[in-house]
């Protein structure tokens, strides 16, 4: 590791800077603020974490894969929207106060979805890092020749995220869980096929880390958007709700916004991510984009 990487690089302080900003702001009871804090608040939190995995490890997504990494935001908002069209039939979350003027509500929600690939991907770095000196999110040189996952895999997942569509709103209601596991069975094996990182190759080998970190990524910023997104609620802005059946809020006790057992679905959301974005990227060819040898 060079001298130049042990430094914090300056994206680092303005990320700081805006979280910051955001909370005075909020503080304050900026209406402007509120508004905008979900947006906000996430590109702060990037900027933040990939300076520190950058001073860390000597490599991050805005340093070192910083060709790759805009095509990770478009994509980031790409793979959302295939969520956001299963709730338009599961109607599972709503949003609320959101800018009236059309093009500028498109925006934030383009702003927004953007950072959601990034933040997993970002913080799983972070943690893969601090706990096994490894960056999960980065594509491995070589392969493994280990068995991938079976056809059997690809089955379970293609009902799991097909059965939903197919059912009367009523009852597809209350199948959101088999959405948010369905694509790691579908994708996965795809990607074991195609050569590409899987999950479940990485399993077999031994190689727990990545998916380890990706599961504690998904928790971790589940409770911030859950926490930032309480705090655009408590402050008048834009912010979501959900519509989840009464069955899934015991006692009635939330964190913010979610049912409590609603958090449980961030984890595997994260590997669910990672199964989508590895198969963009190798239908893509993004292994093009790598320019650190280092790599």
Known sequence: MTSTSRRFPWH???GLAILFAAEAGIAAGSRVIATWLTPI???????????LVRRAAGASWLTTRKREAPILFLASIGIWLIFEAYNF?????AYRGVPPNPLVRDFAYGWSFSAILPAIFETADLVGFALWRRLPTQPPRQTSRAPGPSRLWMLVGAILVAVPLALPQAIAFYLFGAVWMGFIFLVDP???QLGAPSLARRWKDGDRSPILSLLLAGAICGILWETWNYQAFRAGGAHWVYLVPEALRPF???FGQMPVLGLLGFPPFALELFCLYTLFRTALRLDRLTADPAR
Not at 89 to 93: A, D, R
């Open 12 to 14: 680092t302080w303005l």
């Open 41 to 51: 608040v996430w590109s702060g939190y990037i900027l933040l974490v990939d300076g």
């Open 89 to 93: 039939h599961l109607q599972n979350w």
């Open 252 to 254: 009635n006790l939330h």
């Open 190 to 192: 795809i990607n074991a």
